[in-house]
T-cell receptor, first 111, second 112 residues
C-alpha cells in the first residue's frame, strides 16, 4: 500500500518553543490533512489542504501543501502543555481512495 | 450530536472467540471506515463503506468482516480472534470522499 513518511517520530520541546514536523510521499496527493490524537481518544482534524502551495492556519498551527504535491508541513508556534499528543498527517491521491495515514509524530512539551 | 459512537471501549477476548465492534454515527454521513492502530504504526485501514449496502476491503482486511445495512451503523466483526488482532480500533465517517474524517474514541481490544 501507499506509504507516508512522517518525521520526526517524536519530539521533546520546552514550552514556548516552535515545532515543525513534516510528511512526505513517493506519490502525488490531491489532499493533505493533519490530525491530533490525545491519549485515549480518536484523532481530531486540525487542518485540511486541497491545493498545491496552499498555506492554512488554525490558531497557532500552520500547515502547507507542498508545491510538488508529495509533501506537507505542520508548524506549531509558541507551544503550550496542551499541545502534547500524537500528530498524524494523512493524504488522499484521488477522490476514490480512503485516506492514508503517516505513523505519527509524538510531541511532548516540557513546562 | 453524538458524532461517531463506538462500543465497547475495552474488551478482552480469548483466542478463537468472535465479537462485533459496534459503530454508529448520527451525522448522516455516507462514508464510513474502520482503522486499527498499533503502537508506532499509525492507522491502517481495515474496511470501508461508501454507502449502505456497499463495503470494500482496505489494507488489512484478513480476519475481519463488515456489513452496512443502514447509513448509521457499520459494525466490524472479528471472526476468530488472534493475538495479532490486539490493537485499538477506530471507526470514522465523512460527508464526502474529500472531507476530513470524524473519528470515534476507539475500542481497545486485547486477545489472550
Amino acid at each position: 500500500g501507499q506509504q507516508l513518511n512522517q518525521s520526526p517520530q517524536s519530539m521533546f520541546i520546552q514550552e514556548g518553543e516552535d515545532v515543525s514536523m513534516n510528511c512526505t510521499s513517493s506519490s502525488i496527493f490531491n489532499t493533505w490533512l493533519w490530525y491530533k490524537q490525545d491519549p485515549g481518544e480518536g484523532p481530531v482534524l486540525l487542518i485540511a489542504l486541497y491545493k498545491a502551495g496552499e498555506l492554512t492556519s488554525n490558531g497557532r498551527l500552520t500547515a502547507q501543501f507542498g508545491i510538488t504535491r508529495k509533501d506537507s508541513f505542520l508548524n506549531i508556534s509558541a507551544s503550550i502543555p496542551s499541545d502534547v499528543g500524537i500528530y498524524f498527517c494523512a493524504g488522499q491521491n484521488s477522490g476514490n481512495t480512503p485516506l492514508v495515514f503517516g505513523k505519527g509524530t509524538r510531541l511532548s512539551v516540557i513546562a | 450530536n453524538a458524532g461517531v459512537t463506538q462500543t465497547p471501549k475495552f474488551r478482552i477476548l480469548k483466542i478463537g472467540q468472535s465479537m462485533t465492534l459496534q459503530c454508529t454515527q448520527d451525522m448522516n454521513h455516507n462514508y464510513m471506515y474502520w482503522y486499527r492502530q498499533d503502537p508506532g504504526m499509525g492507522l491502517k485501514l481495515i474496511y470501508y463503506s461508501v454507502g449502505a449496502g456497499i463495503t470494500d476491503k482496505g489494507e488489512v482486511p484478513n480476519g475481519y468482516n463488515v456489513s452496512r445495512s443502514t447509513t448509521e451503523d457499520f459494525p466490524l466483526r472479528l471472526l476468530s480472534a488472534a493475538p495479532s488482532q490486539t490493537s485499538v480500533y477506530f471507526c470514522a465517517s465523512s460527508f464526502s470522499r474529500v472531507n476530513g474524517y470524524t473519528f470515534g474514541s476507539g475500542t481497545r481490544l486485547t486477545v489472550v
